[in-house]
């Protein structure tokens, strides 16, 4: 896994495009554990998905274990996945990425990272609501 600068700390333009790539990557592959493995124990993630695949009317969930059902759901749901990158902003700690997501939705998700290069915190925001992408 590409090591990135902690948090708080600016991350180049090349290590935010090898995060990006390795991290589509294992989303497009669908490797759960890989995917996870990119992620902290406590990590917060945000998207409206969320409220679709488990139920969570915040669209949030917190820690892996509950982000391992909802991606686990995720691909159940979507087996065919595919993610095409527009671009990599990288930020002081973190990363925005704007890609083709379900259902050719555009999709921009910003990545926070913890000082271990994990991500801490994911926000994700879609060209339509979700329950448009049914």
Not at 81 to 104: D, M, N, Q, T, W
């Amino acid at each position: 896994m590409t090591t990135l600068i902690g948090s708080g700390r600016a991350m180049t333009e090349e290590q935010a495009e090898a995060f990006a790539h390795e991290w589509l990557a294992a989303w497009d592959a669908q490797d759960l554990d890989l995917i996870l493995s990119h992620y902290s124990e406590d990590v917060v993630f945000s998207s409206p998905f969320v409220i679709r695949l488990v139920g969570a009317p915040s669209g949030e969930v917190r820690g892996l274990d509950a982000l391992r059902v909802c991606i686990a759901r995720g691909m159940e749901e979507y087996p065919d996945l595919r993610s095409e990158p527009i671009a990599v902003l990288p930020g002081a700690g973190s990363i925005a990425l704007h890609y083709k997501s379900v259902a050719g939705r555009e999709a921009i998700e910003t990545l926070e990272f913890d000082r271990a290069g994990k991500i801490r915190r994911s926000t994700a925001h879609y060209s339509a609501p979700v329950a448009a992408l049914v």
